[in-house]
């Protein structure tokens, strides 16, 4: 039976392109070390899983293909939702995101306002996870900010807009501990356009398939 696998998506711009916000040695070692390891233990377990003899077995490969898969897809989203700090995809999001800016003024007031809660919320994660801003099913279109844990993924209807990755590897090389410089540089190199296509479009299908196994019950 073929075994469906993954690999690491090339990035869309040069490694040196986000600086001074994030550094080439940082998107070097981000990407191709630890998103590489991602891919290639989620590509393991699912083939262990297909392979497993017995229900059981394949229970205990959840874990492994849920946070390998989640930082699959966590890192696939968040390399394509930033952009380099000269570009016009980072410098004008109402110009970039009109659809979006209207529910950023409808439900934060503006995207300073929505700026301020975001960085609020990715200070307060504890040790290792993500921030995300979110399109959610209901209200339809409506925006919130979520959090998840190491590399869990956004589940069920939510849309992922908007991924800021705040585990130590994505920042500790140039920021060392100091998490909140870091967030406050990130916001130069976020790709608005990006996020208006998220936005408009929903869920990337692309992933469909492994979302599947994610979201599965033991």
Known sequence: MAVQQYSLPPLPYAYDALEPAISKDIMTLHHDRHH?????NLNKALTAYAEASSIADQIALLPSIRFNGGGHINHSLFWRNLAPPTSHDAQNPEASAPNLSAAVAATFGSYDALIDHFSAALNGVQGSGWGWLVRT???EGGLRIVTTKD?????GEDVPLIGVDVWEHAYYLQYLNA?????????A?????EAEVRYNHGRDSIFADLMAHIEADP
């Open 189 to 193: 190199v976020i790709n608005w356009t």
């Open 137 to 139: 099913a209901v209200p």
């Open 151 to 155: 590399q869990d993924p956004v589940v």
């Open 36 to 40: 590489q390891a991602y891919v290639t």
């Open 179 to 187: 998490r909140p410089k870091y967030i406050d540089a990130v916001w």
